[in-house]
């Protein structure tokens, strides 16, 4: 079973540049979240969304959007990357609050 | 202001003993909270959780013991394998005050099980 799917899996990003992370699911879940996972900080969470068509602000929004406009898909969009953004990025989703998360496999960004 | 605090940034045990890995909260509105572990280059996988109305879960080896009063909750890993080393992330769930869904997370831990 795939379970959560990220795209890439690794990318070198230009300063000032725009790119979007993918992230899609085939559990059917209805909530999705991203986090950033940084060394010393351990997994913040950038932005959730509890629904299709909901998306709400986490621990670490700016410099970051997202939108869901279906149940499978939850992609991260970073409008004008900064260098601040090299992260370790993680889509996630689960069946709701309360529920166990169930993460991809990361996507590493570098932004030069 | 970190909610959930792992202050054991690394532990080194010897294959075969008991593993225990400590967790303090401070957000009393926490009601649900889980252990993921998490191998290089990987996502991280769930591990094991506790309700709020538990005091102890157990699943084979992995027992997560949670102290409500003292906002605590630990996890012992018995035996310990050398499949353990990673790191070890503490979790929870609950309405946090600032509006924001999804889990809150420590530092994570980085377990070591010498041969």
């Known amino acids: 079973t795939a379970g959560i799917t990220q795209a890439p899996t690794s990318q070198i990003l230009a300063a000032g540049r725009s790119m979007t992370l993918r992230c899609t699911q085939d559990?059917?879940?209805?909530?999705m979240y991203w986090y950033r996972q940084d060394l010393g900080l351990g997994l913040r969470l950038i932005h959730y969304s509890n629904t299709a068509g909901t998306t709400g602000k986490g621990e670490v929004p700016d410099g970051y959007s997202v939108s869901r406009a279906n149940t499978d898909d939850f992609p991260l969009t970073l409008a004008s990357a900064v260098p601040s953004q090299t992260s370790v990025y993680f889509c996630?989703?689960?069946?709701?609050?309360?529920?166990?998360?169930?993460f991809g496999q990361g996507t590493r960004l570098t932004v030069v | 202001d970190q909610q959930v605090k792992q202050n054991s940034p690394s532990l080194s045990v010897q294959e075969g003993r008991i593993s225990i890995l400590n967790c303090d909260y401070t957000n009393s509105m926490f009601d649900y909270f889980l252990w993921y572990k998490k191998y290089p280059a990987e996502g991280p996988t769930f591990l094991i959780s506790?309700?709020?109305?538990?005091d102890k879960n157990e699943d084979g080896r992995f027992t997560v013991f949670l102290n409500k009063s003292a906002k605590h909750l630990s996890l012992h890993i018995v035996p310990s394998q050398p499949g353990d080393s990673a790191v070890y992330f503490c979790?929870?769930?609950?309405?946090?005050?600032?509006?924001?869904?999804?889990?809150?997370f420590g530092k994570g831990t980085h377990l070591i099980i010498q041969p």
């Open positions: 996630a989703s689960s069946d709701g609050r309360g529920q166990k998360a169930f």
């Open positions: 559990m059917r879940h209805n909530a």
């Open positions: 979790a929870a769930s609950g309405y946090s005050g600032g509006g924001a869904d999804g889990l809150t």
């Open positions: 506790i309700s709020s109305i538990k």
